[in-house]
């Protein structure tokens, strides 16, 4: 069972304009194959970091915590990539995520513990603006049933591992240390966000 938590107020610093969603559907095929490519390198992420629990700390929280996370998001890659089959689109193979890779470029590699909080957080950052343009689907007119109501299933796991990342940080540094690193990564993510081009694609920018 996915984690849930209390919808909170959301962190992002840039938020998404309600027309986002209307262009994004616009080629509904693109968007959800992109989606689906999304999920699929959540799930990896997730399994990779799962290995790097920190020396001479218990590692069955990080251990289930992450495992969690990357079950659900192979979840969420067949329920998405369904979809996109009922809807009569395919899977593209080739995939990029302008988003993801830009944020990344602000890791502080090589640093050791530095550089798994900082991981930790953009994916934190990454669920956190995914939640966001969900319910931004969910309420455009323009989304049909079917796809309005598998993002409204999807809302509640993206802020639970929102906050799973968020926790993992805190285990890895301490909790005034990735308080002082948020803001910083906040503030990225709002400039990262914005300059995205738009697209039918769930990270992009709209036009306008």
Known sequence: MAETVRAAPSPLRASTPERWA?????????????????????????????????????????????????RDEALHLLQVTRLLRQRGGELPKVHTNAYANELRQHVRLGDGPAELVDRLLV??????????????????????????????SLLASERGHHAVFLRLARDVAGRAAV????????????????????????????AG
């Open 22 to 70: 209307e262009q994004a559907l616009a080629d509904e095929h693109a968007l959800l194959g992109d989606h689906a490519h999304l999920e699929k390198k959540a799930a990896s992420n997730a399994l990779e970091l799962l290995q790097r629990f920190p020396e001479g700390r218990p590692a069955a929280d990080w251990v289930d915590g992450l495992a969690r996370v990357a």
């Open 123 to 152: 994916a934190a950052l990454i669920e956190a603006r995914s939640a966001e343009r969900f319910e931004r689907l969910v309420a455009c007119p323009a989304a049909a049933p079917e796809v309005s109501a598998l993002y409204a």
């Open 179 to 206: 308080d002082r690193r948020w803001p910083d990564l906040l503030d990225v993510e709002a400039e990262v966000a914005r300059a995205q081009a738009p697209g039918p694609r769930l990270f992009s920018w709209p």
